[in-house]
Structures are given as C-alpha cells and as structure tokens.
C-alpha cells in the first residue's frame, strides 16, 4: 500500500507543478481542428504520470516485471512522444518509432501471443511468426488509439484509472499479486493527474503520456494472455469503449476516403460534444461505459459459464450499437432539412 501511495502523491505533486509552470521551457497545447479547448494549456501531464510510475516500480523492487524490454520500449515511445510534444514530428516517423518499440516489447519481452482468444471457448492456433506479427500490430495500434482517444478533458486520464485498476482486480482474483500490483501502480499513477485533469482540465498527459498509456495497456494484456492470467479477449473487453471508438472511426473514415491520421473531430466523444453535451457529461458517460465492460469481464472471469460469457458479450456489443443509433440518429435530427 505505501508504494501505491506513493506512485499517487508522486504522480499528484509533479502534475500539480507542470500545471502551474509557464516559464520559458512550458508546453502548451493551443486549439486546433481537433480540440475541444478554447484556451492554451500545459501538455506536460504524462510526465507526471510516468514520475510516480518509474517511482513505484523503482522502490518497490518489480522493475523485472515489466522486462528490460518493455522498460526500453516504454522509452522509446514516450522519446519520440515528448518530442512531438515539443515539435510536431511526421506521422511516418512516429509510426515507425511505434512499430519499433511494439516489436521490441512483443519479441525480446517473451510476452506475444501463444494463440488466439478472441472469443471465449473459442482459441486459434496459429505460426509462431503470425502470432508474433499479430502481437506487434496489436501494440502498435494501443499506442495509436489512446493518442486519437486522449482529446478531452478527463477522458484518457479517467479509462486508464478504471482499466487498469480492473486488471489490477482480475489479477487479484487470479491469485497473481505481482501483475495485480503492477497494475494498480499504473492505475494510482493516472489517478495523480486526473486530479488536475478532470473537467475543467488544468493540464493535459500530451502525447508522452497517451502513448506510453497505449503501450502499457497493450502490455498488460498480452501479459495476462501470455501467462494464463486472463485471456486475450477478456482485457480487450475492458478497454473496449477505446478500441471501438478508435477502430470504427478510422474505418468510417477511410471508407469516406479520408486519411485516418489527419485530425478530425469524428470521434463519438467529439461529435456528442458538437451536438451539445458538456465535456463533464461526456467523460462520465464513457466512464459508465467502461466500468460497465469492466464489471462484465469480471462476471466473466468468475463464472466460466458459456451462456453467461455470450450475454456478457451481446450486452457490450448491444450498448456499442445502441450509441453509434444514438449518435446518428442526434446528428440526423439536427442536419439541415
């Protein structure tokens, strides 16, 4: 408890500083096509994010949890991240970054896929190259998705707190105390700055912290797959308000014929915001949202039941469903006759 705590006050009295700072060496985040904001912030907060992290893991003795890897590939991303951060980089250069470190974590790590768990009862075999591919694009595509994802106020913050405090609390109950208290570091460490990030946000995480995020997110659940903790589709499950948000956006808009990395304000967080809901509103609906998936995995995980899993299942697929109706619908309604 006392090293969980303290990934919090670090992560809590470094973001509080970066959300007062101002000085010369301040990045701030000014509006642009893409931002919800009006006013000039600081985008500093995933430094502090990844201060009580390094913090709690360093104290605590369990930087081997993670492997050298995945530390070298956490690096790696928030690099390249901090560096857009403080200048805009191409989207080929950070990509390529993305896939390096993906690889990185999924090959040296001993963490990448020994099959396919897509559904439950339902498990793939598959060459070991394609399974290794499989993981990397997997990795790759976290990173990405919690960078589109993090756009308002709370949003990135709040689902890194309750996804990674569920994989914490799935953990547990699979009696693996070291990936259970790995997870709930990284999820005190968010807790830290969603302090100052909440509606009205003082300070946003920049690309340093949704990256090394997106990183994280996907580690932990090819860990768990990996080590028989939980399977692959169960931690899918808990960050699937951000997997399906990201992924159908980018397929809407590449069937549009639009280019997916351009910024936009498409997706279902910022078009319920262009139609009138408050930042606060929004936050706290998708945070429902996740919670909701959240305790459905862990129905799932204590009772093996197939007919249980398949209702948990239709019940996130329906309320997926429900909001793509019911955001078309409101931007049916308020398009020009």
């Known amino acids: 408890m006392f090293y969980l705590t303290l990934a919090f006050l670090v992560s809590l009295l470094v973001t509080a500083a970066l959300s007062r700072y101002r000085g010369r060496y301040a990045l701030l985040d000014h509006p642009n096509t893409r931002s919800l904001h009006a006013g000039a912030r600081p985008r500093s907060g995933g430094l502090g994010i990844l201060a009580g992290l390094v913090c709690g893991f360093a104290l605590s003795g369990l930087w081997p949890a993670l492997s050298q890897a995945g530390w070298a590939a956490l690096l790696l991303v928030a690099a390249v991240s901090f560096a857009d951060d403080i200048k805009h980089r191409p989207a080929w250069l950070r990509l390529t970054v993305h896939l390096a470190a993906a690889a990185m ?12 768990k897509f559904l439950p009862g ?3 075999e598959a060459p070991g190259w394609l399974l290794m591919g499989f993981s990397v694009l997997l990795t790759a595509w976290f990173i990405n998705l919690y960078n589109f994802m993090d756009g308002m106020d709370g949003l990135a913050g709040g689902m890194a707190v309750i996804g990674f405090g569920s994989f914490a609390l799935l953990g547990w109950l699979a009696h693996a105390p070291v990936y259970a208290f790995s997870a709930a570091l990284v999820a005190l460490s968010a807790a830290g700055f969603l302090v100052f990030n909440f509606p009205p946000a003082r300070i946003f995480m920049g690309d340093v912290g949704s990256g090394s ?3 994280l997110a996907a580690a932990f659940i090819l860990w768990a797959d990996r080590y028989g903790i939980f399977p692959l589709w169960l931690g899918l499950l808990v960050f699937s308000p951000f997997l399906v948000d990201a992924t159908w956006t980018v397929v809407r808009r590449a069937l549009q014929g639009k280019k997916p990395w351009e910024a936009h304000r498409e997706h279902f967080y910022q078009r319920l915001v262009g139609l009138g809901w408050t930042h606060r509103r929004t936050t706290l609906c998708a945070y429902a ?49």
């Open 105 to 116: 974590f999924a090959w040296a790590s001993g963490y990448a896929l020994a099959d396919l």
């Open 289 to 337: 949202l996740m919670l909701k998936c959240s305790l459905l995995a862990v129905l799932c995980f204590c009772i093996t039941a197939s007919a249980v899993r398949g209702i948990a299942i239709g019940l996130a697929a329906l309320a997926y469903g429900a909001l793509i109706a019911y955001v078309n619908a409101l931007e049916h309604r308020r398009r020009p006759k």
């Open 213 to 215: 995020l997106g990183l």
């Open 122 to 124: 339902l498990t793939l």
